[in-house]
């Protein structure tokens, strides 16, 4: 167990819909980052918030965003679900930024599926 | 970020030291190798990483070559626990995100 924590566990949403993902990061961590994990493939970045700032963004769409909170918690918000959104979305948190950044600790995820 | 190349797939036996290749023959000097796991239905779980020395943790041996084109990450006792998929990872430290490029990895099952 890592101590990162993602809610819901599964989610199920309608094409054109929105939704909310939610991360609460391992205590003392102030870096999280968002991974999107289609069925077969590896995960794949979206983006990373730094002390309640983006601080880099994979190749997503602006209608995938993210929001970072004082306790370091964090949402990802997808507007205008679309079916190729249906994944594991992976919460990571990690220390600060420089080299302590890539040992991310990744939470269980939240499966959506879009219909 | 320098490619890597993993087998697709491995088996192991219970108890025997499971040896899991990567070549990243266009690696440049400043690049990391790191390793990373994902056993079924859990995120990813941070192995070991290095740069050009063999390093060792509780969990595993990074063997990286004299000419750092290729690495072997080696779990010296495989357990059933160890059945997952393993991610080798080259990066670069920045200061532009610290994002994690996976590549499909190795399947490793280890068998009774």
Redesign the interface.
């Known amino acids: 167990e890592?101590g990162?924590t993602q809610s819901p566990t599964h989610l199920i949403k309608t094409r054109g819909q929105q939704v909310t993902l939610r991360c609460s990061s391992q205590s003392g961590h102030n870096?999280v980052?968002w991974?999107q994990q289609a069925l077969g493939?590896?995960?794949?970045?979206i983006?990373?918030y730094y002390r309640e700032e983006e601080?880099?963004?994979?190749n997503f769409p602006p209608r995938f965003s993210g929001l970072q909170f004082p306790n370091y918690s964090s949402e990802l918000n997808v507007n205008a679900l679309e079916l190729d959104d249906s994944a594991l979305y992976?919460c990571?948190s990690?220390l600060g930024?420089?080299?302590s950044?890539?040992?991310?600790?990744?939470?269980?995820?939240t499966r959506l599926t879009v219909t | 970020d320098a490619k890597t190349t993993q087998p697709t797939s491995m088996d192991c036996a219970e108890g025997r030291a499971a040896n899991l290749p990567c070549n990243h023959s266009t690696i440049s000097g400043n690049e990391?190798v790191?390793w990373y796991r994902q056993i079924h239905?859990?995120?990813?779980?941070?192995i070991i990483?290095g740069l050009k020395n063999n390093e060792t943790n509780e969990m595993a041996s990074l063997i990286i070559t004299e000419d750092r084109k290729s690495s072997t990450l080696i779990l010296p006792h495989a357990t059933l626990r160890d059945t997952a998929?393993y991610?080798c990872i080259v990066?670069l430290?920045s200061?532009?995100?610290?994002?994690?490029?996976?590549?499909?990895?190795t399947s490793l099952l280890v068998t009774p």
């Not at chain 1, 493939?41 to 970045?45: A, V, Y």
């Open positions: 890592t990162v870096t980052s991974y493939q590896g995960p794949q970045f983006f990373q601080n880099g963004r994979g992976l990571a990690s930024t420089g080299v950044s890539y040992e991310q600790y990744f939470g269980p995820g | 990391y790191y239905s859990q995120g990813p779980q941070y990483h998929v991610y990066l430290y200061n532009s995100g610290y994002a994690l490029n996976f590549g499909k990895g």
